[in-house]
């Protein structure tokens, strides 16, 4: 079972929608959890980082963190075609020296 | 200027060469990674380092050794190049318990 697991997508859904991206994690002391986005041919951007449960919003992005049920996901308001790109789910384990464990992507399009 | 730099941004190099890649940070973190990101494999983790002193193998280090020349330069070299060795590269930085910040990557094609 892989650490981090996302949905490859692709993902699309019109401008203007909410974009919503899920991701599962196996372990369950894990501590934080980041998104990043990353397009294509470049490097991974940090969009939110979530450390407790609940919501965490910044601008048009919402985080959601459910331990009990090891799920975090990434929600996008009013869908721009500039959000289109892939979106990495990442959590760091506290019980091996703090290494970070990256999901493989979901492809999200923004559709005109 | 950029907090985290790598060079060369793009290689092209032959089987059985020996080439290093260099990451340098001006973001004062301790913790240094090296990652590589093929299609439908997302990043995987190759070398880390949480301080000069301090050097771990990841996930998939055979085939890569590691240089930590100090606190902000961290390179990576392969010492035979093999063509499954064609890949982005990308190098991280972290402070403890904080989110990575990741370079431009390089591209190594091995031909």
């Known amino acids: 079972q892989k650490e981090v697991e996302q949905n490859s997508g692709p993902l699309s859904v019109p401008e203007g929608a909410i974009a919503s991206l899920n991701c599962t994690y196996s372990d369950r002391v894990s501590q934080s959890f980041f998104w990043y986005r990353q397009y294509s041919g470049k490097s991974p951007e940090l969009i939110m980082s979530i450390y407790s449960n609940g919501d965490k919003e910044d601008g048009r992005f919402t985080a959601q963190l459910n331990k009990a049920s090891q799920y975090v996901s990434l929600l996008i308001r009013d869908s721009q075609p500039s959000d289109s790109a892939t979106y990495l789910c990442a959590v760091r384990h506290l019980n091996t020296g703090n290494q970070f464990y990256f999901g493989t992507g979901t492809s999200l399009t923004v559709i005109p | 200027d950029a907090d985290v730099t790598q060079t060369p941004r793009n290689r092209i190099t032959k089987t059985g060469k020996r080439i290093m890649l260099e990451c340098s940070q001006t973001k004062g973190h301790d913790r240094m990674y090296w990652y590589r990101q093929d299609p439908g494999l997302g990043l995987r983790l190759i070398y880390y380092?949480?301080?000069?002193?301090?050097?771990n193998k990841g996930e998939i280090s055979d085939g890569y050794s590691v240089s930590r020349q100090a606190q902000a330069k961290f390179s990576l070299s392969l010492e035979s190049a093999i063509p499954n060795q064609t890949a982005l590269y990308f190098c991280?930085?972290?402070?403890?318990?904080?989110?990575?910040?990741f370079g431009p990557g390089t591209r190594l094609t091995v031909t």
């Open positions: 991280a930085t972290t402070r403890t318990h904080y989110e990575q910040y």
């Open positions: 380092s949480f301080d000069v002193k301090d050097i």
